[in-house]
């Protein structure tokens, strides 16, 4: 019922004033027509400057991600950490991000391949595709002439020479060297660096120095020259893995020569090493070492660094203290790190907390695939994801991971071309069998029916793809 004050107070205004407002028709419509009054929304991408990634799940958008057309604007430093259980598509993440990153003229990429499959790194095909050949480090291969990394090649600067030496010796041995150690190891480095000049020196000039130190040396430091030797015994022994025991071959010669360095694509083929020994925590720091004084130029370059099982690096106190200060150093020449592990557990938990946080800390690119309750927890926790992004993590699907890009957090479907499927498909020993036996199996009315709904993805993936390509393009004519 109206209240008669304001009925009489309606009437004079539109006496004076006229009929201040209309009675509209209710009119019929479609929700397609009517969704136009409500317009959606979503939040801010990263731009439209890099390699496309996939789709934005809740937009519909196409998410791009370089990491060196943000540095410096949304990202306070280029590196990458991606997380997630096998299976759910971080390594077709990988390949195709190096892949779209390479039809970029300054862009070089180096991969150090940790798993394998049919007797090569799972890397091996996208190598044939470039026509690249994979420098594979193999024990049994290195001994008949295979590829050989001196950790005291002259292109490594001396004070590099002696950290890599010591880093070494610290991995194999589980803990730090005491000053004696180290000053056995410095005096025998020195030696052998000043006296051998018509070659390059190798460790074993350093394990012989160490079993027979010069006398110059003992008397520097006004000690007696079995004492000298004696500190030198535990690092001697050490180092004679390396030249004489299971490591042998790949570190005790000069560098190989004919190791591409300026090609668009290096793969260090590490498959053939022993995941779980202490060969792979050295071999990643010998690489990584003899790359920072080898490949990282001043050039204008953009390099991009991945290593897969990144583990073994984060993992480790003296190999993590090498990595992190490699970091640090191409920060400012243009490097990008990817670091790639299952669990964030494995690393935060470790013996190199410390250096695991600090190179968390830097990589300001975080991916998360699908994970358990319980771990998704521990990661939102040490990443400071919102609550939200933690309780859908256990929820994802393969290909869709929750991007955090320095706060900027959203959920991505990956997309993956028909060119690409066949280069970064790396599971056919365990889904091929398993796929033709379900089909074998299966009714053929259900077949028909799956069959369909295969080409009606594909066909929806090629439209997605067309317009993907629609936006690398342009994105590409922006950089160039």
């Given at each position: 019922?109206?209240?008669?004050?304001?009925?009489?107070?309606?009437?004079f205004t539109s006496f004076l004033f006229g009929k201040v407002e209309t009675t509209r028709l209710p009119v019929r419509?479609?929700?397609?027509?009517?969704?136009?009054?409500?317009?959606?929304?979503?939040?801010p991408g990263l731009g439209d400057s890099g390699v496309i990634i996939g789709r934005e799940v809740y937009s519909g958008k196409g998410y791009i991600y370089d990491p060196f057309q943000l540095y410096?604007?949304?990202?306070?430093?280029?590196?990458?950490?991606?997380?997630?259980?096998?299976?759910?598509?971080?390594?077709?993440?990988?390949?195709?991000?190096?892949?779209?990153?390479?039809?970029?003229?300054?862009?070089?990429?180096?991969?150090?391949?940790?798993?394998?499959?049919?007797?090569?790194?799972?890397?091996?095909?996208?190598?044939?595709?470039?026509?690249?050949?994979?420098?594979?480090?193999?024990?049994?291969?290195?001994?008949?002439?295979?590829?050989?990394?001196?950790?005291?090649?002259?292109?490594?600067?001396?004070?590099?020479?002696?950290?890599?030496?010591?880093?070494?010796?610290?991995?194999?041995?589980?803990?730090?060297?005491?000053?004696?150690?180290?000053?056995?190891?410095?005096?025998?480095?020195?030696?052998?660096?000043?006296?051998?000049?018509?070659?390059?020196?190798?460790?074993?000039?350093i394990v012989e120095q160490l079993r027979h130190p010069e006398a110059e040396s003992a008397e520097a430091m006004n000690v007696d020259i079995d004492d000298v030797r004696a500190w030198g015994l535990d690092v001697a022994l050490v180092l004679d893995r390396l030249?004489?025991?299971?490591?042998?071959?790949?570190?005790?010669?000069?560098?190989?020569?004919?190791?591409?360095?300026?090609?668009?694509?290096i793969v260090f083929d590490l498959s053939h090493i022993d995941r779980n020994s202490i060969a792979m925590p050295i071999l990643m720091a010998i690489v990584g070492v003899w790359l920072e004084h080898t490949w990282i130029r001043p050039d204008r370059k953009k390099r991009i660094f991945l290593v897969e099982e990144a583990w073994?690096?984060?993992?480790?106190?003296?190999?993590?203290?090498?990595?992190?200060?490699l970091l640090k150093f191409g920060r400012r020449l243009g490097l990008s790190f990817v670091a790639v592990v299952h669990h964030l557990s494995d690393v935060v938990d470790g013996a190199a907390a410390r250096e695991a946080a600090a190179i968390l800390k830097m990589a300001s690119t975080r991916t998360i695939y699908a994970q358990k309750a319980d771990e998704a927890r521990a990661t939102g926790r040490v990443?400071?994801?919102?609550?939200?992004?933690?309780?859908?993590?256990?929820?994802?699907?393969?290909?869709?991971?929750?991007?955090?890009?320095?706060g900027n957090v959203q959920v991505v479907k990956h997309l993956i071309t028909e060119a690409e499927r066949p280069l970064v498909y790396t599971d056919r020993a365990m889904t091929e069998a398993s796929a033709m036996s379900e089909a074998s199996a299966m009714p053929t009315d259900e077949a028909r029916?799956?069959?369909?709904?295969?080409?009606?993805?594909?066909?929806?993936r090629a439209e997605a793809m067309a317009m993907a390509r629609q936006w690398r393009d342009e994105s590409s004519e922006t950089v160039a």
């Open positions: 019922m109206l209240d008669p004050l304001g009925a009489l107070t309606d009437a419509t479609s929700t397609g027509q009517a969704q136009a009054v409500y317009l959606p929304t979503a939040a410096g604007q949304q990202l306070p430093a280029p590196h990458w950490l991606v997380l997630g259980e096998s299976g759910n598509g971080k390594s077709a993440l990988e390949k195709t991000y190096v892949l779209r990153q390479l039809r970029f003229r300054d862009r070089q990429v180096v991969v150090l391949d940790a798993q394998g499959e049919d007797g090569v790194g799972e890397w091996n095909l996208i190598a044939q595709e470039l026509g690249i050949t994979p420098i594979r480090l193999d024990p049994t291969a290195a001994l008949n002439g295979g590829i050989r990394l001196n950790p005291l090649d002259p292109s490594i600067t001396t004070t590099g020479q002696l950290a890599l030496l010591r880093t070494i010796i610290e991995v194999a041995m589980g803990h730090g060297l005491d000053e004696r150690s180290g000053f056995a190891l410095k005096v025998a480095h020195a030696y052998v660096t000043e006296t051998i000049t018509a070659r390059q020196p190798v460790l074993t000039d030249v004489d025991g299971d490591l042998r071959g790949m570190f005790d010669g000069p560098t190989s020569a004919g190791i591409d360095l300026d090609a668009p694509l073994h690096i984060i993992n480790s106190p003296f190999v993590a203290q090498l990595f992190q200060r990443l400071g994801l919102p609550r939200w992004a933690v309780e859908i993590i256990p929820t994802l699907t393969p290909g869709i991971a929750v991007w955090d890009v320095n029916a799956l069959q369909a709904a295969a080409d009606a993805e594909a066909e929806a």
